[in-house]
């Protein structure tokens, strides 16, 4: 792990520690990793092995434990210090983390429950190489929701372009991923079935414009069905990133699919992940 990834996991550990009941929302806890919104969910889950919001809410259960414990503040103000805004729903956090509720743990002396021990991830290993690419224009239809549901907007995507005759403009497909899915709600995800244009090629009627600028990209080659991506990007943000000391510039990563589950099979698929580096 290089020193600046170190430096920033362990800055996001201690924010967390030291402020259960303050704003730890995703987007402040990319703020205090001072990295991308786009990439430091992924970054932190691959390498910590648990979400953002995992570790949240497992600090301050723990720490509540401990008030607990000690049995000197009530349980009202023991939630309002580890940021719960009512006790109703810190008893129903702890009751799921600890089994009990929280004054039936202050009578019984439950034993504490050990904070989580990491163990060493594993990944499966690829290949990544970093290229020097030309502006990249794509023009597509925007999802929201499950990204198991983008199909059905490449499909639509299809259609328009087979009935406008457009293929003969565009250089093939992409997928947009805004977010990690591991940490954001199913209903806020936001993502991007898009088209690539040629270098003449003007963005369709009806669709929306995504421009990628020039520069260099952390290009992963992944060989298989879709349903599997995952390691890819597991492998990509947990290892290769922080080992390279490369740093991803604030764009969505995004995905070029370099055949069709039409015409393939699922084992047989092949698609870069790719990653736009400052």
Request: contains cysteine; hydrophobic residues 40%.
């Amino acid at each position: 792990m290089s020193q600046n990834y170190e430096d920033r996991i362990r800055r996001v550990v201690r924010y967390i520690h030291e402020n259960p009941a303050g704003d730890l929302s995703l987007d402040r806890l990319a703020d205090v990793a001072a990295m991308s919104r786009f990439h430091w969910h992924r970054v932190f889950h691959a390498m910590m092995g648990e979400t953002c919001a995992d570790m949240v809410r497992r600090v301050r259960l723990h720490q509540a434990s401990l008030m607990l414990a000690r049995g000197e503040l009530p349980v009202a103000e023991v939630a309002r210090q580890v940021g719960y805004p009512t006790p109703q729903s810190f008893g129903r956090a702890f009751r799921a983390a600890y089994g009990v509720t929280p004054l039936t743990f202050r009578k019984q002396g439950v034993p504490l429950v050990a904070l989580r021990q990491m163990k060493p991830e594993e990944f499966r290993m690829f290949e990544v190489v970093i290229e020097e690419r030309k502006e990249a224009r794509f023009a597509g239809l925007s999802h929201e929701g499950s990204y198991n549901g983008i199909g059905a907007k490449f499909e639509e995507l299809a259609a328009l372009a087979t009935t406008r005759g457009l293929w003969p403009q565009m250089q093939g497909m992409v997928g947009i991923y805004c977010h990690d899915p591991s940490e954001t709600p199913e209903a806020d995800l936001r993502s991007y079935a898009a088209l690539i244009l040629g270098p003449d090629a003007d963005v369709p009627e009806g669709l929306e414009a995504q421009t990628y600028p020039a520069g260099r990209v952390a290009k992963l080659t992944y060989k298989g069905p879709y349903s599997n991506m995952s390691e890819a990007y597991h492998y990509l943000y947990g290892r290769w990133l922080p080992e390279s000391g490369e740093e991803a510039a604030d764009l969505a990563p995004f995905e070029v699919y370099l055949n069709s589950p039409i015409d393939t099979a699922a084992e047989d698929l092949l698609t870069e992940v790719c990653v736009v580096l400052k």
